[in-house]
């Protein structure tokens, strides 16, 4: 029995990590659990490495040797492969998120343009999913202020996904965010939003939320309702970065935590995937790496962690059987 088997054979639906090849290639132990022999994955997300910062580091300079790595290890580890992320914020390089001279839409188009044509194309056929606009929102359901919004309005996410689908008409195009798990004032506006970008006809066709979860507060009937709303405009939906962490300051080591504070994580990750097969069109769900030992929680959130189905001596949690008892 394994999560990515139990997920294929009885739900056909995925279970993904995010990972690297170089995390992959200085841990022998954790690579051992990540690749095929333990059929615990059927999907792989590259945690970082198709980011703008790393993949176009210098404007028409493409990069694409870290993301190859990973698409080559995904496929000889029969493992597909979720695209993250051709248009975000975070983790831009200077020369897109702080140019010598502003950006205006005439200069900025192309640049974007170029940016998701090549990527795509690139990994046309290896790359199914794409996260093509991450974390569009705020928390009060307005757009974010970034230098996409604040030079082209809202014209830029239309754009992106009829690049995307014109270099690659089979890849699944998503927007993917976080706080897109529960029914709020931020699901409801962007609801609205696909509900118009679907009307004018451009390719969108599955939403992503991020589940960055907090123990204690994961309701499984609250999560079917939000992801519904999504669904519900005839989109597919997914569970793309999982984690669900301790916010109590109690660290990254779950052997600091009593077993009643296990026992709520385990139910929280029950609770989390029965929520996802609850929804006809909820493809399935990615963790954020499978180990403690490698997430990016603690690194984030102060105090936090513990957020992940393995520990950080990648033994598996109650979380890991409260996820296979789910499936
Ligand atoms: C995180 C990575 O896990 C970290 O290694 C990196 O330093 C910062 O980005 N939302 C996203 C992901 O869409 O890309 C982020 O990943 C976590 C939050």
Redesign the pocket.
């Known amino acids: 029995e394994s999560l990515g088997g139990k997920m294929s054979l009885l739900q056909r639906r995925w279970f993904g990590q995010?990972t690297e090849t170089y995390t992959l290639a200085g841990d022998a132990p954790y690579a051992a659990i990540a690749e095929a022999a333990n059929a615990e994955f059927n999907r792989v997300t590259p945690?970082?490495t198709m980011?703008w910062e790393t993949i176009e580091p210098q404007q028409g300079v493409f990069d694409f040797t870290l993301g190859d790595a990973l698409v080559e290890w995904a496929q000889a580890n029969g493992q597909a492969v979720r695209g993250?992320?051709l248009v975000?914020h975070?983790?831009l390089p200077a020369w897109v998120s702080n140019p010598t001279v502003p950006w205006t839409p005439a200069t900025l188009k192309p640049v974007l343009e170029n940016h998701i044509r090549t990527i795509v194309r690139h990994y046309k056929g290896k790359v199914d999913m794409w996260?093509v606009v991450?974390?569009m929102f705020n928390d009060d359901g307005t757009f974010r202020q970034t230098v996409f919004y604040n030079t082209f309005g809202t014209d830029f996410v239309g754009w992106a996904l009829t690049w995307a689908h014109e270099e690659d008409p089979d890849a699944l195009l998503f927007i993917?965010d976080?706080n897109f798990e529960y029914v709020s004032p931020k699901v409801n506006a962007a609801a609205t939003f696909f509900q118009g970008l679907i009307d004018q006809g451009f390719p969108l066709g599955a939403v992503g939320a991020?589940a960055?979860l907090i123990v204690g507060q994961v309701d499984q009937t609250g999560i079917t309702a939000g992801l519904s709303t999504f669904a519900d405009l005839g989109l597919l939906v997914y569970l793309t970065?999982v984690d669900i962490r301790y916010q109590i300051g109690r660290g990254n080591d779950i052997a600091n935590y009593t077993s009643s504070q296990i026992g709520q994580e385990a139910k929280d990750y029950y609770e989390l995937t029965n929520a996802c097969l609850a929804v006809d069109n909820c493809l399935g769900m990615t963790v954020?790496?499978y180990t403690d030992k490698y997430s990016?929680i603690p690194?984030v959130f102060a105090g936090a962690g513990a957020a992940l189905p393995w520990d950080v001596r990648l033994n598996k949690k109650p979380a890991y059987t409260a996820i296979l008892e789910a499936i």
């Open positions: 995010a945690e970082n980011k993250h992320t975000w975070s983790q996260d991450n974390e993917n976080y991020q960055h970065e954020w790496e990016w690194g």
